[in-house]
């Protein structure tokens, strides 16, 4: 670990560029998940909110947590057993038509499970116009 001086450690606080962590393996984020896509846990902190340091976390203790997502966190059960599918990662363009927001998920290619949010703007006057239309998928929840 480096050694910072206090105001070192301010600024650095104030300027996360990934302010969301998660809890179990400390892989950050830009915008708050739901789900570590690392890991696959759900305690994601909010960095900023709870102090503005980052966990440190060692890459040894962590490394059996960390692994490539190979098969869909979504299980169906038949019977006694879970049928498993292979992850196949589809990015999708969504506009929030309540926020006029634009985000890229992170999706299971199969069966369309949301895994993570990524690079969030405001939606262009275009883009706001093509989900209207349908050409863009669209949701109206806030968020
Ligand atoms: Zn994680
Ligand atoms: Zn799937």
């Not at 606080?13 to 984020?29: A, H, I, N």
């Not at 309540?98 to 290619?109: A, D, F, K, N, P």
Request: overall charge positive.
């Amino acid at each position: 670990m480096v050694e910072r001086t206090e105001g070192e450690a301010q600024a650095l606080s104030v300027t996360l560029e990934e302010p969301y962590q998660c809890k179990l393996c400390g892989e950050r984020f830009a915008r708050s998940v739901t789900q570590c896509t690392s890991c696959g846990s759900t305690s994601i902190r909010d960095v900023v909110a709870t102090g503005g340091e980052y966990d440190v976390v060692s890459e040894d203790a962590v490394r059996h947590l960390k692994r490539k997502i190979e098969f869909c966190w979504n299980e169906k059960k038949a019977g006694n057993n879970y049928i498993k599918h292979k992850f196949v990662k589809k990015l999708v363009k969504v506009v929030n038509l309540s926020t006029t927001e634009i985000h890229e998920q992170l999706r299971c290619g199969t069966c369309n499970r949301f895994y993570a949010s990524y690079n969030g703007r405001a939606a262009t006057p275009e883009e706001m116009e093509k989900a209207r239309a349908g050409k863009i998928e669209s949701v109206r929840t806030q968020v």
